[in-house]
T-cell receptor
Framework: AQSVTQLDSQVPVFEEAPVELRCNYS??????LFWYVQYPNQGLQLLLK??????LVKGINGFEAEFNKSQTSFHLRKPSVHISDTAEYFC????????????FGAGTRLAVHP | DARVTQTPRHKVTEMGQEVTMRCQPI?????VFWYRQTMMQGLELLAY????????DSGMPKDRFSAEMPDATLATLKIQPSEPRDSAVYFC??????????FGSGTRLTVV
């Protein structure tokens, strides 16, 4: 079975500062990894995904994440955040291959302050 | 952009009543998920389907919950009878294989 740990429940940061949201996973088999963002009263939107290949993955809204197999991590980064990035961010894992369920972490609340 | 459509967006019902939530997956997507989100439990997988066949519904309380896909354009989640502890936001998601799924806006259920 797979599991995900998001190490920070809340991350406060000032506007234009860099941010890293941490995610660690556990699995005995190959995995796919995802980051989703949820704005208030909305569904989840896919930010980026790692399926295979380059370990540095670029997504929407200037976010990127790096897959580190040895450390079983998939941390999300942005070099300069905006007020509009304030949201809940979820890391998710699934077994590699087709038709597998997504297992989500508990989420990290990113609060960007002016 | 193609969207997953969920109805209703909000539902308030009394304990003991039947609740039906509907989801229209994106055309061509053959995998459909139902998730429940609460503050205490986070995002929990209730059930999922591939090509309309249930693959896993182990996360769903079988005595009161049921999930079906009567056709490729409709997925339903029913709760009968509903209880206050069922209050949550229920999300439907669809996708094609395991390349990242598209979520609907959710149904916010309140059972009083």
């Amino acid at each position: 079975a797979q599991s995900v740990t998001q190490l920070d429940s809340q991350v406060p940061v000032f506007e234009e500062a860099p941010v890293e949201l941490r995610c660690n996973y556990s699995s005995s088999v190959s995995v796919y990894l995802f980051w989703y963002v949820q704005y208030p009263n909305q569904g989840l939107q896919l930010l980026l995904k790692y399926l295979s290949g380059s370990t540095l993955v670029k997504g929407i809204n200037g976010f990127e994440a790096e897959f580190n197999k040895s450390q079983t991590s998939f941390h999300l980064r942005k070099p300069s955040v905006h007020i509009s990035d304030t949201a809940e961010y979820f890391c998710a894992v699934s077994r590699a291959g087709g038709y597998n369920k997504l297992i989500f972490g508990a989420g990290t609340r990113l609060a960007v302050h002016p | 952009d193609a969207r997953v459509t969920q109805t209703p967006r909000h539902k308030v019902t009394e304990m003991g009543q039947e609740v039906t939530m509907r989801c229209q997956p994106i055309l061509g997507h053959n995998t459909v998920f139902w998730y429940r989100q609460t503050m205490m439990q986070g995002l929990e997988l209730l059930a999922y389907f591939r090509n309309r066949a249930p693959l896993d519904d182990s996360g769903m309380p079988k005595d009161r919950f049921s999930a079906e896909m009567p056709d490729a354009t409709l997925a339903t989640l029913k709760i009968q009878p509903s209880e206050p502890r069922d209050s949550a936001v229920y999300f439907c998601a669809s996708g094609l294989e395991n390349y990242g799924y598209t979520f609907g806006s959710g149904t916010r259920l309140t059972v009083v």
